[in-house]
């Protein structure tokens, strides 16, 4: 997983149908001194998480395989609120 | 899944069976203010993208696990159209 | 596997409910040379791996499979303690 | 999947039993500028690619299970010879 | 799969059940110019390759399922020894 900022939200219309209903998050990756790289991702919420949040993303089948239908096209998921880092 | 501009399509008469009859667009990837990387991807489209439209693109095994028969060349897709970021 | 070095963890109360339990470690990606990288994973604890400890890192599906029920949210873990490198 | 030229072939006598009686190429990541990236690939031809040609590449899973049996080594695979950009 | 320089090897005691009694090497990624990126992987050895021998590198999924139990850690193998690259 990778510690992430959620930034932003995307509005999509016309999309699979098995990201319908789902919240797709934009998540910039950070690392635990909390510097932004330059990366981002799209995600599905799974736990409410919110803008300026930090969290944990999943990527790969793991982030498709917690739902119920494996058969999706989700690729990042947002599995995690994190309430602190401990160094 | 990451944030991507179509800026092309790419003709392919000798491929492998899975392929085709799929549309295979260029897809660079950018950020959520726009700016464009250096990576390309060659996704297939599941949604009639268009050039210059921004759209989702999701890749590995999600890529592929759409289409009804899962044992095929497929590593990158176009799942959805983006019609706007919220910020 | 890539070579690890722990250098802290992660308190998160909000979570996808395969990673309850589980031990969250930030590990920092070094080469055997032990130069550090800035690359971060966020990975489960399978070998009680403390902070400052050389570990190795596998990520993906690999990272979840070694779990008895493999449908998790997990796609990296600590899965070695490294005692030393030869060259 | 990415875009690749083809810049020369590995010759390898000890090797998994999977890959025996493959051709293995070795192809250089390129973009649809016909830039050259630093990356190269080798992966397993399946369409009759020569040396020079630019051609599609796919990886992870995608790359191993178009072939019969999906136990094996293979992690990288060309699955089309690209005619033409279209921009 | 990528083409890679056998720099060393790991020593560990503790770690995952499933690479006990694995040969675990350093390698170096190279390109086919033989130079060396700073990328290392942690990869098992299944060909009996030695310190500054030339190995193609597996990643992924590709890596674990040539063994005869898919259900392990391992996401880098060592499956061929390239006796040379033809340009």
């Known amino acids: 997983m990778q ?3 959620v930034v932003g939200s995307i509005v999509s ?3 699979d149908e098995s990201l319908v209903g ?4 934009i998540v910039k990756i950070i690392n635990s001194d909390e510097q932004e790289s330059d990366r981002e991702e799209v995600a599905v919420d799974t736990v ?3 803008i300026g949040e930090y969290v944990l993303l999943t990527r790969g089948s ?3 395989n917690i739902f119920p239908n494996g ?9 995690g ?3 602190s880092f401990e160094k």
Chains 1, 2, 3, 4, 5 share one sequence.
């Open 81 to 83: 609120i994190i309430d």
């Open 3 to 5: 510690i992430g900022k």
């Open 62 to 64: 793991a982030a498709r």
């Open 13 to 15: 219309t016309q999309k």
């Open 48 to 50: 409410g998480a919110g």
């Open 71 to 79: 058969v999706n096209a989700i690729d990042a998921s947002i599995v």
């Open 22 to 25: 789902k919240k797709l998050m």
